[in-house]
């Protein structure tokens, strides 16, 4: 029989929420392939957890998952950690989970902490729907543009940002989105500086600015979706869009098209796209 490869939710703070079932995987596994072996040295010391740690990140895990998949193979199973957190939520593990998966063997989760999620549920935002954004572009062009794909956006949108970046992030955010959406920020989540406070836009961008305090540690961001007129005026523009492109272009590649262009699903383009071709036809 093959190993498992356990997907481990670790503490983003608070040591007290490490699981039962974490401790127990971490201490009965071959080995932990961690982001960070040094910063996952201090939780595996403070829990007694002598399991052999192994770097796993961005720039060396496509080199490690040959060798990881044999040891599975073999019988050995094996934990993924990321430095804080859930793995994979905007930290390394993909490729091992899906070469894991493609292979036939067995992926587990231990469902435990996780930024985003316990952003949301603090946030007093509308949390039946949303989209996790992870972290926006670091080049102001290029977080602009994405933000303004995502103006008309109805869902909660959720971020990571970086504390160096956040009042320029907020202020993108003020001048795109709008001075009043509403904007809940969760930072040091669960550690001795908590702080989670909603305000307009306009507001959080004058506070965050003149509390450098504001401008440190982990930060998630928890954005309003966008309101009716927001989203009727974005539809009439995708309409638009879709209608030029199919002058030129199938179904299916101008909602393609639009939906790289917008920011949009392409799903929802599709079958809009359907209905304007139809309309078009007819006339």
Not at 42 to 53: E, M, S, V
Not at 149 to 160: C, I, K
Not at 223 to 249: F, H, Q
């Amino acid at each position: 029989m093959t190993g498992v490869l356990y997907v481990v939710a670790t503490p983003i703070g608070n040591l007290d929420d490490m699981s039962q079932r974490a401790r127990t995987v971490l201490q009965q596994v071959s080995l932990i392939a961690a982001e960070d072996t040094r910063h996952s040295a201090r939780l595996l010391q403070h829990f007694d957890i002598g399991t052999h740690c192994q770097a796993l990140h961005d720039h060396n895990e496509q080199l490690q998952i040959d060798g990881l998949l044999a040891r599975l193979a073999a019988g050995e199973s094996i934990a993924l950690i990321s430095d804080a957190g859930t793995p994979l939520i905007s930290d390394p593990g993909y490729r091992l989970v899906a070469a894991a998966q493609a292979a036939g063997m067995a992926v587990s989760p231990v469902p435990g902490a996780c930024a985003a999620v316990a952003a949301l549920s603090a946030a007093g935002l509308p949390s039946d729907r949303f989209v996790f954004e992870g972290f926006l572009a670091a080049k102001s062009a290029a977080r602009r543009s994405r933000l303004e794909a995502l103006a008309a956006e109805p869902r909660t949108l959720m971020f990571y940002e970086a504390p160096h970046r956040i009042v320029e992030c907020l202020r993108d955010m003020t001048e795109i989105l709008g001075p009043e959406r509403r904007i809940t920020l969760a930072r040091e989540l669960t550690k001795t500086f908590e702080t989670i406070r909603q305000l307009p836009a306009a507001q959080m961008l004058a506070w965050v600015e003149s509390d450098t305090n504001q401008q440190r540690g982990e930060i998630v961001l928890v954005v309003e979706g966008a309101p009716e007129s927001n989203r009727e005026a974005g539809d009439v523009e995708a309409d638009v869009m879709l209608g030029r492109l199919l002058k030129y272009l199938p179904v299916k590649q101008a909602a393609q098209l639009a939906a790289e262009l917008t920011g949009r699903r392409k799903n929802e383009l599709y079958d809009r796209a359907l209905v304007l071709q139809r309309n078009l036809q007819s006339e």
